[in-house]
């Protein structure tokens, strides 16, 4: 299968948004559109997508420098979604290298991504990678009036 990983356009939300519904996140294109017009602004922050011809997304990665006072600069992969049909193919890895190359650009020497304790698929794609688990936690949410 012929990829091509690029940098996402405007173009490609309605087809990202498609994609996030893999993950269970309900996004309709145009929403996806304005979310994706404010990260393409940033040199923070990277999304790619990896393009599969005729205008299918085989999938897509969101990035982003990490600057906190409790560490050095990280990257940090946000979202990494690949369609089902294209799993197992070698997508997901053209993605993180992908990112991984944006960030040692930037002078960036480590990158974390957090998983859902849910996607076990997940928890054996990214050790095959080299990333190794640092630590288990629990994430607490607040809505906001």
Same mark, same amino acid.
């Given at each position: 299968?012929?990829?091509?990983?690029?940098? *996402?356009?405007?173009?490609?939300?309605?087809?990202?948004?498609?994609?996030?519904?893999?993950? !269970?996140?309900?996004?309709?294109?145009?929403?996806?559109?304005?979310?994706?017009?404010?990260?393409?602004?940033?040199?923070? +922050?990277?999304?790619?997508?990896?393009?599969?011809?005729? =205008?299918?997304?085989?999938?897509?990665? +969101?990035? *982003?420098?990490?600057?906190?006072?409790?560490?050095?600069?990280?990257?940090?992969?946000?979202?990494?979604?690949? /369609?089902?049909?294209?799993?197992?193919? =070698?997508?997901?890895?053209?993605?993180?290298? *992908?990112?991984? *190359?944006?960030?040692?650009?930037?002078?960036?020497?480590?990158? /974390?991504?957090?998983?859902?304790?849910?996607?076990?698929?997940?928890?054996?794609?990214?050790?095959?990678? !080299?990333?190794?688990?640092?630590?288990?936690? +629990?994430?607490?949410?607040?809505?906001?009036?």
């Amino acid at each position: 299968m012929r990829l091509r990983v690029r940098e *996402a356009t405007l173009d490609d939300a309605p087809r990202m948004a498609g994609l996030a519904e893999v993950l !269970g996140y309900g996004v309709d294109g145009s929403e996806m559109g304005t979310r994706l017009s404010r990260l393409l602004a940033r040199a923070d +922050h990277i999304v790619l997508v990896a393009d599969a011809g005729s =205008g299918e997304l085989a999938g897509w990665l +969101h990035g *982003a420098l990490q600057r906190l006072l409790t560490s050095p600069v990280t990257c940090e992969i946000q979202a990494l979604v690949v /369609s089902t049909t294209h799993r197992r193919r =070698g997508v997901g890895r053209q993605l993180v290298a *992908a990112v991984e *190359a944006w960030a040692l650009e930037r002078g960036v020497t480590s990158l /974390s991504v957090r998983s859902n304790i849910v996607r076990a698929e997940a928890h054996a794609f990214y050790p095959s990678l !080299g990333y190794a688990r640092v630590k288990t936690q +629990h994430v607490y949410r607040k809505r906001l009036p």
